[in-house]
């Protein structure tokens, strides 16, 4: 009896150490899937029909080669091009947001130059998350957009890429100076602290933005597109 007991106490402590040891969100680091959203749904709202761009509209608030790009609805997905050709452009959500996780699906034509972008101000100012699918490209990238350029690359992101394939997007953006986790297809491959410096400038809260790149960096023809958009606020 005594041996039956001990051994019961052995096995709890065991489970309880374990337990102890389980690895936290906020502990986690690039190339570990620890602490993605992937696995709790709970709390998201849908940012797009599927079938419209009602709750969607172009910036007009950036420079003149940059307020163009055509987008449309297609099988379910936010299709962009450049319009007219070397024109790029913003589609933004018409709602602003500050701390939040955002959850979606991209599929991009190669080579693309592209990027999902967080806190949008009336002028362009804010967040990106690169999505530069071309020869050296930067998928995971912190840039920030007409202050400090790129605070954070990222070349090794491009290998958790599928080609011809949707990818799943986790972007989780919190506090000021923010930090900002990119899970890509499920492994956490960004994870980045700002300080006051680097974030000088980028509003507090703002839009939702999907990009087409102007210039030659993006050839025209070539499409970006954009699925299952849903956010989910922190508190």
């Not at 998928?139 to 990818?167: A, K, M």
């Amino acid at each position: 009896m005594m041996t039956s007991i001990r051994s019961c106490i052995l096995f709890i402590g065991a489970i309880a150490l374990a337990a102890g040891c389980s690895p936290r969100a906020d502990d986690a680091s690039p190339g570990s899937s620890a602490g993605s959203a992937a696995a709790n749904d709970t709390g998201f709202v849908s940012l797009f029909d599927g079938e419209t761009l009602t709750g969607w509209s172009r910036h007009m608030g950036l420079p003149e080669d940059q307020v163009g790009g055509l987008w449309e609805v297609v099988d379910g997905a936010i299709v962009g091009d450049q319009d007219p050709p070397g024109h790029g452009g913003f589609l933004v959500t018409d709602g602003e947001y500050s701390d939040f996780e955002l959850a979606l699906e991209t599929m991009l034509d190669y080579p693309i130059d592209s990027g999902i972008f967080l806190r949008v101000g009336e002028d362009g100012k804010s967040h990106q998350v690169t999505l530069d699918y071309r020869e050296n490209g930067d998928i995971g990238g912190i840039y920030l957009p007409w202050t400090q350029g790129s605070v954070y690359p990222n070349p090794d992101g491009i290998q958790h890429f599928r080609e011809g394939e949707w990818n799943d997007l986790r972007i989780r953006i919190e506090g000021e100076p923010a930090r900002i986790q990119f899970w890509l297809n499920g492994e956490l491959v960004t994870d980045f602290q700002h300080t006051e410096e680097t974030t000088q400038g980028v509003p507090r809260s703002g839009k939702i933005g999907l990009q087409v790149h102007e210039g030659a960096s993006y050839q025209a023809g070539k499409k970006v597109r954009f699925r299952n958009i849903r956010i989910r606020p922190l508190s």
